[in-house]
C-alpha cells in the first residue's frame, strides 16, 4: 500500500471513533437517579425502582445507565446535585425522597423529563399544572403521606388515649414543613387538644428532643413524615423504646424496626411505579401526557410486641382496622 493511501485509510478510520462511541453512548440511555436520602438505608426502595424499570423492559448495566446522586439528608445539597446530573445531559432524572429532590430537579432543568415520587402536593408546590395533564417535562407519583398527619394524629390519641401530652417531632429544614404544622394543629384544636412541636434536623437534634419529650407528662408522639427521619429510622425506634414513648410514624419499615405503629401508603410500590414511568419516558411517552399516578392504598401496621413493652393494651377498634399486626 502507498504511503499516501495509508495514511488517508487511517485518518478515515480515527475520523468515525468519536462517532461510534457516541452513537454507542445514545444508544444506551443513562437516568439520574436523584435523591434527599441515603444509599445503604434507601436500598430496598431503590430495588424497587429496579423492579419498575424493569418490568418497563430496562435493566441497569444491559439498556440503562444510572447516575445516583445522594444528598444524605442534607436538602441545601439537592440544587447542585439535580444540576451536576443535567451537565452530564441524562435522559432523565428520577427524583425520589420527597418533594424537595422533585422541586430542585425541575428548577434544573425544563427540557430533561423528571419523574417523582412525593408526599406533598405537586400542584401546590407548582411541580405540575394538574394530576391529570401535568404539562411541562414533570410527572410521578403522589404517595400523600404529609397530607395525611392528621390521621395519624388521630389514630395516635385513639392508641394512647391516657397520654398527658402529645408531642410532634418535625423537621423546619423539610420543604412540607409549614403545611405539616398547620394541618397536625388544626387536627389537635378540633379535638380540643394541644400539642408540643420538637425541632429537630439533625442525629443531636433528635436526642435532645427525645430528651425533651419524655419530660413531658405522659407523652405520646407523632414523628412527622420526612425523607431525612426515615433515614434514621433505627435511632427514632431505640429512642422511643428507651424513653418508654408510644410513637406513631409514616412508614411500615419503622414498625419492622422495633417501632410502635405507622400510617401511610407502601413506599416501595411508589418507587416501583416511578420505575415504570421512567420506563415509559425512556420509550417516548411525555411527562406532560402521563397523569400523576395518586396512592390509593394506605395501610395501618401495629407491633403488638413493642405495645406489649410499653405496657400498652392497643384498642380492639384500632386493631379492627390494622392491615399488618406483628406479634
Do not use: C
Amino acid at each position: 500500500m502507498r504511503r499516501r493511501a495509508f495514511i488517508t485509510l487511517v485518518g478515515g478510520v480515527a475520523a468515525g471513533w468519536p462517532m461510534a462511541a457516541g452513537a454507542q453512548q445514545h444508544a444506551t440511555p443513562v437516568i439520574g437517579f436523584l435523591s434527599s436520602r441515603s444509599p445503604h438505608e434507601a436500598a430496598y426502595v431503590v430495588a424497587a425502582f429496579h423492579r419498575g424499570l424493569r418490568e418497563g423492559g430496562y435493566s441497569e448495566g444491559q439498556n440503562v445507565g444510572i447516575e445516583y446522586r445522594w444528598a444524605e439528608g442534607e436538602y441545601d445539597r439537592l440544587p447542585e446535585l439535580a444540576a451536576d446530573l443535567v451537565r452530564r445531559r441524562v435522559a432523565l432524572i428520577a427524583s425520589t425522597g420527597g418533594i424537595g429532590a422533585a422541586i430542585a430537579a425541575k428548577q434544573a432543568t425544563s427540557t430533561i423529563p423528571v419523574v417523582f415520587t412525593a408526599g406533598d402536593d405537586p400542584i401546590k408546590h407548582g411541580l405540575v399544572a394538574s394530576l391529570n395533564r401535568p404539562g411541562g417535562n414533570v410527572t410521578g407519583i403522589y404517595n400523600f403521606i404529609s397530607a395525611i398527619e392528621a390521621k395519624r394524629f388521630g389514630l395516635l390519641r385513639e392508641t394512647a388515649p391516657a397520654a398527658g401530652s402529645i408531642a410532634v417531632l418535625l423537621n423546619p429544614s423539610y420543604v412540607g414543613f409549614d403545611v405539616q404544622l398547620k394541618d397536625l394543629q388544626e387536627a389537635a384544636r378540633a379535638v380540643g387538644r394541644r400539642i408540643d412541636v420538637f425541632h429537630a434536623g439533625s442525629e443531636a437534634d433528635i436526642h435532645a428532643a427525645f430528651r425533651a419529650v419524655a419530660r413531658l407528662p405522659a407523652p405520646a408522639l407523632l414523628v412527622g413524615a420526612d425523607p431525612f427521619f426515615n433515614g434514621r429510622r433505627e435511632q427514632l425506634v431505640t429512642l422511643a423504646a428507651h424513653y418508654s414513648i408510644p410513637a406513631m410514624y409514616e412508614l411500615r419499615e419503622y414498625v419492622l424496626a422495633g417501632g410502635l405503629m405507622s400510617y401511610g401508603t407502601n413506599l416501595a410500590d411508589a418507587y416501583r411505579q416511578v420505575g415504570n414511568y421512567a420506563a415509559r419516558v425512556l420509550k417516548g411517552d411525555k411527562p406532560a401526557d402521563l397523569p400523576v399516578v395518586q396512592a390509593s392504598k394506605f395501610e395501618l401496621v401495629v407491633n403488638l410486641k413493642t405495645a406489649k413493652a410499653l405496657d400498652l393494651t392497643i384498642p380492639p377498634g384500632v386493631l379492627a382496622i390494622a392491615d399488618e399486626v406483628i406479634e
